[in-house]
């Protein structure tokens, strides 16, 4: 039977940066010790004639098909721009010099 230590719970929580009361520690270390437990349950199972799945249901692509359709002229794109030049859209910088 598998168990969760606080020991362990106390090194999960330090290393997500976590900070726990030990009340907590205490609570989750027996509540990961069950599920931990229950897991060690269903490894009991034969599960040699059951196929992996993914998703219970059966699920399919609903996605249109990708096919290539004129794009908007440049001229038309940059109309309401409130900036442009060179065929682009002209924005403010955002970086400074050093970090780019």
């Known amino acids: 039977m598998s168990t969760i230590d606080c020991q362990t719970v106390h090194h999960v929580a330090h290393l ?4 726990m009361s030990e009340q907590d520690v ?33 699920v399919s692509n609903v996605l249109r098909q990708d096919v290539a359709k004129p ?12 900036a442009h030049g060179n065929d682009f859209f002209m924005v403010p910088r955002v970086l400074d010099q050093q970090e780019a």
């Open 71 to 82: 794009s908007v002229q440049v001229d038309v794109a940059l109309r309401e721009a409130p």
């Open 16 to 19: 997500a940066r976590l900070r």
């Open 26 to 58: 205490a609570r989750f270390a027996a509540q990961l010790s069950a599920i931990l437990s229950y897991m060690d349950q269903l490894n009991e199972l034969d599960t040699r004639d059951v196929p992996p799945t993914a998703h219970p249901l059966p």
